[in-house]
């Protein structure tokens, strides 16, 4: 046992001063008609919680995560399975999402690489028939391994893409056996830093090509899930392809790959693309691409990808009203992808974070259910664009007025009155006293 401080951490309310219970979610509470649990689909991030160490730029690691094994070997790879399966029983958090190199130690021959992984993957599989737990989605990684320094998909070496390539098949391969419902594709190294050197079209083509062999592959296996791009403008690299989610949707549009594939939006990454996560939402969502999220918070005053259990209670209301209203994530779930600050060090805080997390989604769910009923924000958006309800506004919609008939419309009113006012203060307030009220 890695976390015999707690047994199943209870919901407790939002009075209660026990740190090891939840103040808001309780997984069975019916909200709108379902309980909790199937609203918030939470899955664990094996690198994160099993792997980050507090490790940075500037200092080693300052949280020991051997799990009582040496680092390097089976042992602690089976090790992180037993404290993931602990971990996640105790918090009720049915699902977990992982990289292949999370799962095992990387081997110098890639053969070796996929033994382990074949053992692993028994190893995990008769953990998750034990518990119930199940696997929301697989990736490869393809940008740790100095080979990926050009790109996987992107790189200028046929070889590397074939090692990319092989990367994707085991990676698919592990997330059927597993019964993963979705295929992430995050494009890490899939950028440039210079165009000095650098083919764009080449390279995105060469990344379509290889999404739509991974896209043939899988479906020839019986995977069914979502493939998934999760969208990033920046770090590593300088610019990369999958800049935001308007970005995606239109490459994938453009290479015919948007049958099979959705996106999977983290929330640090918007702010990074210089919007906010319930934009990149709305973004997918209304594309019929809302695929799955990534659970997290960056801090507004650092220009990078900064990991944070998630503790805004705003955007996770905003959030979940965008999900809510997109009729939930089919495939997809909430995945922390998120770690505990490095001098939060302990056991102790790992479930203190995932307990944040669990929480503040449950509070955006509750809050956005009440948005909802409460009907205000929606009855003003569609209010909004009412004079296109009748008269001219209806035919420009219809498709039955031409440039000529507005212009005419235009021409004989002579001056145009001013549209009615965007209220936003008042929306804002409205917000407050929902949420507070
Ligand atoms: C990095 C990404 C990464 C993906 C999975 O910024 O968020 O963790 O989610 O490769
Ligand atoms: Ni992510
Ligand atoms: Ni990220």
């Given amino acids: 046992m890695y976390f015999d401080f707690i047994n199943k951490v209870p919901y407790e309310g939002a009075k209660s001063k026990n740190p090891f219970s939840f103040k808001f979610y309780n997984a069975d509470q019916i909200v709108l008609g379902k309980p909790m649990r199937e609203h918030l689909p939470f899955a664990m991030a094996w690198w994160h919680a099993l792997g980050a160490d507090g490790v940075d730029m500037f200092g080693k690691s ?25 971990l996640m029983q105790k918090l009720g958090i049915e699902y977990f999402c992982f990289h292949d190199v999370d799962l095992v130690p990387e081997a110098a021959d890639i053969n070796e690489t996929n033994d382990r992984l074949d053992q692993i993957s028994d190893y995990i599989l008769a953990k998750m028939r034990e518990t119930g737990i199940r696997c929301l989605w697989g990736t490869a990684n393809m940008f740790s391994n100095p080979r990926y320094m050009n790109g996987a998909g992107s790189s200028n070496s046929a070889q590397v893409y ?52 991974a896209v043939d592959y899988g479906r020839s296996i019986g995977f069914q899930g979502d493939f998934l791009i999760e969208p990033k403008p920046k770090e590593p690299m300088k610019h990369q392809y999958d800049f935001d989610a308007a970005t995606a949707i239109g490459f994938l549009r453009e290479h015919g790959l948007d049958q099979d594939f959705k996106l999977n939006i983290e929330a640090n990454h918007a702010i990074l693309a210089g919007h906010d996560f319930r934009h990149e939402l709305r973004i997918a969502a209304m594309n019929g691409m809302l695929g799955s999220i990534d659970a997290n918070q960056g801090d507004m005053l650092l220009g990078w990808d900064t990991d944070e ?7 996770a209301t905003l959030c979940m009203y965008e999900v809510l209203k997109a009729g939930g994530l089919k495939n997809g779930g909430f995945n922390f992808d998120a770690k505990n600050r490095r001098p939060s060090n302990t056991r102790e805080d790992i479930v203190h974070g995932f307990i944040l997390g669990m929480d503040t989604f449950a509070l955006g769910l509750l809050n956005a259910a009440k948005l909802i009923e409460d009907n205000r924000l929606d009855a003003f958006v569609k209010e909004r664009y009412a004079s296109f309800n009748t008269g001219i506004g209806k035919k420009i919609l219809d498709g039955t007025a031409t440039l000529q008939d ?32």
């Fill in 309 to 315: 259990f998630p503790f805004n209670a705003y955007d």
């Fill in 62 to 86: 300052t949280a020991d995560k051997s799990f009582g094994a040496p680092a390097g070997t089976m042992e602690h790879a089976r090790a992180k399975v037993n404290a993931g399966f602990e």
């Fill in 406 to 437: 507005l212009s005419e419309h235009a021409c004989r009113l002579g001056q145009c009155e001013m549209p009615s006012s965007g209220n936003q203060e008042y929306l804002e307030s409205v917000l407050n006293s929902v949420l507070f009220g």
């Fill in 162 to 213: 074939c090692f990319a390539a092989a990367q994707i098949k085991k990676a698919l391969d592990l997330t059927v056996k597993l019964g993963g419902r979705g295929y992430v594709f995050w494009g890490g190294r899939e950028g440039y830093d210079t165009l000095l050197n650098t083919d764009v079209r080449f390279e995105q083509e060469n990344i379509a090509r290889l999404m739509r062999m």
